[in-house]
């Protein structure tokens, strides 16, 4: 084989792989998602089931998860992982980033679902009743767990799966997810 040949050989593989390691980091992002908007649901169920007493599915869709904190978590892996060396800034930064996000999402579901999903009237610094302080520093200290802990042991843990698992995984997650999405959006509770 000629020197040429085997340079377009190793431009299609590139290729091929490009395409292929694309594909693994989409769905990694997603798996991210999928994670941070579970980990935003025990939040939400462990907060009340302590201040209510009362465990209820507090979320939209009937899963496990609040997609909320699951673009909240892309935000911050997005807008903020240059900060991670930075307690302080990583801390301060999710803090803006996912308030900024709680308040669009709260105004958003006001004005087109005409419900309010949360309401922090009468809590210390709130705006509208969309986003407080006590909501905040939770995100910012949320931010911190997000860079040094969770996704850390996400990556790791994805990494050490054989791209066969990972896709299966993965795809299944993304269907059982999407199904849920449909359902919620159908039989709206």
């Given at each position: 084989m000629n020197s040429s040949n085997k340079i377009i050989e190793k431009l299609d593989s590139f290729s091929g792989n490009t395409e292929h390691s694309f594909k693994r980091r989409l769905l990694s992002l997603f798996l991210i998602f999928i994670v941070g908007s579970m980990i935003g649901w025990v939040y939400e169920e462990l907060y009340y089931l302590l201040d209510d007493h009362l465990l209820l599915n507090r979320g939209f869709m009937y899963g496990p998860w609040l997609p909320v904190y699951g673009i909240g978590t892309l935000l911050m892996l997005?807008?903020?992982f240059r900060y991670r060396g930075n307690p302080l800034l990583a801390f301060l930064g999710g803090a803006v980033v996912c308030g900024v996000l709680e308040y669009i999402a709260g105004a958003a579901v006001l004005h087109f679902l005409h419900e309010?999903?949360?309401d922090y009237t009468g809590l210390f610094l709130n705006i509208n009743g969309f986003v407080c302080l006590?909501?905040?520093i939770t995100f910012g200290v949320g931010a911190l767990l997000l860079f040094?802990?969770?996704q850390p042991?996400?990556?790791?843990?994805?990494?050490?799966?054989?791209?066969r698992q990972f896709f299966r995984f993965g795809?299944?997650?993304?269907?059982i997810f999407i199904l849920d999405l449909v359902m919620s959006i159908i039989f709206r509770r």
């Amino acid at each position: 084989m000629n020197s040429s040949n085997k340079i377009i050989e190793k431009l299609d593989s590139f290729s091929g792989n490009t395409e292929h390691s694309f594909k693994r980091r989409l769905l990694s992002l997603f798996l991210i998602f999928i994670v941070g908007s579970m980990i935003g649901w025990v939040y939400e169920e462990l907060y009340y089931l302590l201040d209510d007493h009362l465990l209820l599915n507090r979320g939209f869709m009937y899963g496990p998860w609040l997609p909320v904190y699951g673009i909240g978590t892309l935000l911050m892996l997005g807008l903020l992982f240059r900060y991670r060396g930075n307690p302080l800034l990583a801390f301060l930064g999710g803090a803006v980033v996912c308030g900024v996000l709680e308040y669009i999402a709260g105004a958003a579901v006001l004005h087109f679902l005409h419900e309010r999903l949360w309401d922090y009237t009468g809590l210390f610094l709130n705006i509208n009743g969309f986003v407080c302080l006590r909501s905040v520093i939770t995100f910012g200290v949320g931010a911190l767990l997000l860079f040094y802990l969770v996704q850390p042991v996400t990556n790791h843990f994805l990494s050490k799966m054989k791209d066969r698992q990972f896709f299966r995984f993965g795809y299944a997650v993304l269907i059982i997810f999407i199904l849920d999405l449909v359902m919620s959006i159908i039989f709206r509770r």
